[in-house]
């Protein structure tokens, strides 16, 4: 089974920390992708990349950016934390989300800004 | 730009019963409409999917209707139960622009005994 891990279950930050957030997939994957989830509003893209050092805009990128140095490596920094961001962030990864699998998530971390 | 939208927000169905979970949909390009399954704690699942060139697809007890003309597609389990409680959310993606999705909003579904 494909397997995406992200380092942190839970994290608590301050207000102006810089945060990183890890995933990794073990499948060779090309694509992979950055969600928050929150209540009310669903899932919604901060950030994908198709391929090592691509990255492209999702619908709320504002306050945050990606790195992609290796395939199976997708980090999502919090340049400097907002209370606003206190949320749940998904990773995912697929080779094409019209295959049969889909996209496999993580299993989140939720990130509370304090 | 909410492009899915889904309802309910939150289901309570007893036991054996359907569940109903609609989703509507606004760009016309959208070829590939999935459906995750969240138990909590863990991240979402694909539970079906559909492509526009078929009018209803069945996996066991889940089956997904497609409504091309009204832009409007749904998920219906048969003989709901408890440990089908969990939240649904319904999605979209354009398969030759690009493999993101767009989410809605979610569904809660709640199975009682």
């Known amino acids: 089974d494909v397997k995406v891990t992200q380092s942190s279950r839970y994290l608590v930050k301050r207000t102006g920390e810089k945060v990183f957030l890890e995933c990794v997939q073990d499948m060779d994957h090309e694509n992979m992708f950055w969600y928050r989830q929150d209540p009310g509003l669903g899932l919604r893209l901060i950030y994908f990349?198709?391929?090592?050092?691509?990255?492209e805009k999702g619908d709320i990128p504002e306050g945050y950016s990606v790195s992609r140095e290796k395939k199976e490596r997708f980090s999502l920094i919090l340049e400097s934390a907002s209370t606003n961001q206190t949320s749940m962030y998904l990773c995912?990864?697929?080779?094409?989300?019209?295959?049969?699998?889909?996209?496999?998530f993580g299993s989140g971390t939720r990130l509370t800004v304090v | 730009q909410q492009q899915v939208k889904q309802s309910p927000q939150s289901l309570i169905v007893q036991k054996g019963g359907i569940s109903i979970i609609n989703c509507a949909y606004e760009?016309?390009?959208?070829?590939?409409f999935p459906w995750y399954q969240q138990f909590p704690g863990k991240g979402p699942a694909l539970l079906i999917a559909i492509r526009p060139d078929v009018s209803e697809k069945k996996e066991g007890r889940f089956t997904i209707s497609f409504n091309k003309s009204a832009k409007q597609f749904s998920l219906h389990i048969m003989d709901s139960q408890p440990g089908d409680s969990a939240t649904y959310f319904c999605?979209?993606?354009?398969?030759?622009?690009?493999?993101?999705?767009?989410f809605g909003t979610g569904t809660q579904l709640k199975v009682e005994l």
């Open positions: 990349s198709y391929d090592v050092k691509m990255k």
């Open positions: 999605a979209a993606g354009n398969t030759g622009g690009g493999n993101k999705l767009t």
């Open positions: 760009n016309t390009a959208f070829d590939y």
């Open positions: 995912a990864s697929t080779t094409h989300p019209g295959t049969a699998y889909g996209y496999t």
